[in-house]
């Protein structure tokens, strides 16, 4: 059992195994019920207690909170019809190399601390090969959270509490281990200083199958894609910590919180890393595609060129949308139509609005088919282009060019053609 030191008043807590301990400076007794330490500081629970409910929905219909004792006793291990049979395949590979890590203690039994240990599934693999064990997790349900320990044949320490504020005395553990927990924490770097502080010298910090992005930008997009998915089962959606870790960021924390840091990476089962081969061989591809766009095109890119289109010669400033080199623009002025002869006269003059005109590409092909066009652009560059153009081709008398958002420059005026080749 480590050193408790007491959630109210932080000073050290004064206990024997299985008895509730007792802190001498201000006299708190901490409940010891169901074989589990209750150090939440007062208030906590329900300050979590929504995230905990919409957390305990979300893992039930996922198949995480199962009944039966078996089902705990094998985890990692699952059978195949398991909904999370993939994931866990992926925790059995993971376990496995914790095995390696932690054959640098040589057999040793080492004290091991579980920080958001779950149903403390790896406490009870680690504590039934002579490891001591303590499982640290804010919920303390049967299924899913630290109740589960009626489960198990074999006993560990099970504290319920906070793995970012910790009611344990520092400098304890060989091992601290976060598994597929820390990305629940608002600031990973704080939290493994923390947990750094827990480890005895020469000790180790273990983080494990959480979410693991090359950018914030692909974990935000996995968030936006997780929080579709979460709304099928709650209307609103409450998100607790920062949901994901990037490499960089964990590079970061490491530093900060003084540890070495060395990476694991996971080889999966053979169509696992079929798809990791796939989507690698994909990526290369995208590179050298992008960087043969820009070998091809980067002449014409960022710099005053003459385009011609159809016998229609374009200036295209720099900062100004090239439509032949991006190809949509001179697609779109190529696709506009005759104009239908309205009344049956072909005197009727019909009206164009080009919103986002650029260059002036559509304008110009829309007044040559007869339109009298009103052309539209937000970007100043893009106006003073397109009103070169406009001289260029004898088609001032057709086409006025308007600075502007959209329609307001054209409000008011009614049209019988909108063009609008919007910016992707
Ligand atoms: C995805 S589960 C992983 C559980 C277990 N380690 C496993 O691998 O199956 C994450 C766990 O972290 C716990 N957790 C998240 N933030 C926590 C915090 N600040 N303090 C304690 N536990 C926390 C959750 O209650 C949950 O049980």
Redesign the pocket.
């Known amino acids: 059992m480590p050193a408790f030191i007491c959630p109210q008043c932080a000073s050290p807590l004064t206990a024997s195994p299985g008895s509730a301990p007792t802190c001498r400076a201000c006299g708190a007794e901490i409940p010891l019920h169901d074989g589990i330490y209750r150090l939440l500081k007062p208030g906590r629970l329900q300050e979590i207690e929504p995230f ?1 409910a919409q ?1 305990r929905r979300i893992r039930g219909d996922d198949g995480y909170r199962q009944r039966r004792a078996a089902y705990y006793r094998s985890l990692p291990k699952v059978d195949a019809r398991d909904p999370q049979a993939a994931t866990w395949r992926v ?1 059995q590979e993971s376990f496995r190399n914790l095995g390696r890590v932690l054959r640098r203690f040589e057999g040793r039994p080492l004290r091991i601390l ?6 403390g ?2 406490a009870a693999r680690l504590t039934e090969v002579g490891h001591s064990c303590v499982a ?4 303390d349900d049967v299924e ?2 630290l109740g589960a320990i009626a489960h198990y044949a074999i006993r560990f320490t099970c504290v319920q ?4 504020d910790l009611p344990i005395a520092p400098g304890q553990f060989h091992v601290a281990i976060f ?3 820390l990305h ?2 608002s600031d990973p770097a704080r939290t493994l200083r923390r947990a750094r502080a827990m480890l005895a010298p020469g000790g180790i910090l273990v983080v494990m ?1 959480s979410p693991l992005f090359a950018s914030d930008d692909a974990g935000h997009r996995m968030l936006d894609a997780q929080q579709i998915a979460f709304h099928a089962t709650c209307e609103r959606v409450i998100r ?2 920062i949901g994901y870790l990037t490499e960089s960021g964990l590079r970061r924390a490491a530093r900060d919180a003084g540890l070495r840091l060395c990476w694991i990476p996971s080889r999966g089962g053979f169509r696992w890393a079929v798809k990791r081969w796939i989507a690698g061989f994909l990526r290369r591809v995208w590179r050298a595609w992008l960087r043969l766009r820009h070998q091809r095109f980067g002449r014409r890119y960022r710099r005053l060129v003459l385009e011609r289109i159809d016998g229609v010669s374009l200036v295209v400033l720099p900062d100004v949308f090239n439509p032949v080199l991006l190809r949509s623009g001179a697609f779109l002025a190529r696709s506009v139509p005759s104009p239908p002869l309205a009344d049956g006269s072909a005197s009727a003059v019909l009206r164009a609005l080009d919103l986002g005109t650029g260059s002036g590409i559509g304008a110009i092909f829309a007044a040559r088919r007869g339109y009298h066009v009103i052309g539209v652009d937000i970007n100043p560059e893009a106006v003073r282009c397109a009103r070169i153009n406009v001289l260029l081709n004898n088609l001032e008398g057709r086409v006025e060019i308007r600075a502007g958002d959209l329609f307001t420059p054209g409000a008011g005026d009614q049209f019988d053609l909108v063009l609008f080749n919007p910016p992707l």
């Open positions: 905990l957390y925790r579980d920080l958001g240990a779950g149903s599934w790896l640290v997790d804010w919920l899913d959270g509490a906070d793995f970012d598994n597929a927990s629940y924490s199958d607790y910590g």
